[in-house]
């Protein structure tokens, strides 16, 4: 038997790399192909979001449900964060705006971001966000706080879905997470609402 060439040789190294780089680029593709599908579909409980011109044709149906509304924030984030009202009642297809506060309880500026998701997931891709903080880097100077507007509604369809039929309540979680080395985006972030 004869052994490997060093032709051979630079075809497999060169095979392994270029696989390499490409399990990369999906590693990095995958995060904003996942947010992307998820935001399309309602998957994983992920509201919409709507801009506001697809807002004025909505017409309020007469079902009521209850909206709960969680805030946590993550380790590492000095912060404060809670909803001003824990739970409001609306009509499907009622357009509503609710504030979140938000307070930095150190003594440093501090930027951190809010990822949410809406349970039970039957209705994530109902509720249909107008304006939201979430995504956006939030920059909050020394003990600073602030109130931060969430408009949304949830969409009429919501009452057509027979998987729907018994949700009665859905719960709207957001969870502040540090940026670390966010100076770029601190300067760049400017406060919501």
């Not at 807002?55 to 805030?71: H, K, Q, S, Y």
């Not at 509720?127 to 009429?156: G, H, N, S």
């Amino acid at each position: 038997m004869s052994s490997p060439t060093p032709r051979r040789h630079s075809v497999i190294a060169f095979a392994c790399v270029g696989f390499v780089a490409v399990m990369v680029g999906a590693a990095y593709a995958s995060v904003p192909f996942y947010n992307w599908f998820c935001s399309v579909t309602g998957f994983d409980g992920t509201p919409s979001i709507a801009s506001v011109e697809t807002v004025p044709g909505l017409v309020a149906r007469d079902r009521e449900i209850t909206i709960r509304f969680n805030a946590n924030v993550a380790p590492g984030l000095p912060w404060r964060f809670k909803p001003v009202q824990s739970t409001i009642k609306l009509h499907v297809g009622e357009v509503v705006e609710i504030r979140y506060e938000v307070e930095n309880l150190s003594n440093e500026d501090t930027v951190g971001r809010s990822v949410f998701n809406v349970t039970p997931f039957q209705g994530g891709g109902y509720f249909t966000k107008i304006d939201c903080f979430c995504f956006t880097a939030q920059a909050l100077a020394p003990k600073e706080k602030r109130e931060m507007p969430v408009v949304f509604y949830v969409d009429p369809s919501f009452d057509d879905d027979k998987d729907a039929d018994g949700v009665s309540v859905l719960t709207l979680s957001y969870t502040f997470f540090p940026l670390e080395g966010a100076a770029g985006e601190a300067a760049a972030a400017e406060p919501a609402g």
